[in-house]
């Protein structure tokens, strides 16, 4: 029906930067709001990013003006830049997409299959 595609995580030193994308396909007839969350070892899954269908982002205090949240409509895609990584942003990075399909009347959320982002040295 829908399937989210995530790329680009990896390892990367302190400091270093990361873009992680995520691609949605499938049945698709409007994508609102979207957000990346993670997950430590251990640990729930939080909320980092949030970018609503007009534009406004939110980010969790512990990302901002590091990462940036942006989106591409034409694409389905969503994007989370990564700058100034440190050791405890390393968790599996998952995508979320609130989506309505040509076979439902309201949305329903969709997830990625998460990537790994490893920040060490």
């Known amino acids: 029906q829908v399937q989210l595609v995530e790329s680009g995580g990896g390892l990367v030193q302190p400091g270093g930067s990361l873009r992680l994308s995520c691609a949605a396909s499938g049945s698709i007839f409007r994508i609102n709001d979207l957000g990346w969350y993670r997950q430590a070892p251990g640990k729930q899954r939080d909320l980092v990013a949030s970018?609503?269908?007009?534009?406004?982002?939110n980010y969790v205090d512990s990302v901002k003006g590091r990462f940036t949240i942006s989106r591409d409509n034409a694409k389905n895609t969503v994007y989370l830049q990564m700058n100034s990584l440190k050791p405890d942003d390393t968790a599996v990075y998952y995508c979320?997409?609130?989506?309505?399909?040509?076979?439902?009347?309201?949305?329903?959320?969709?997830w990625g299959q998460g990537t790994q982002v490893t920040v060490s040295s």
């Open positions: 979320n997409m609130k989506i309505r399909t040509w076979s439902r009347t309201i949305e329903s959320d969709f």
């Open positions: 970018i609503a269908t007009g534009g406004t982002t």
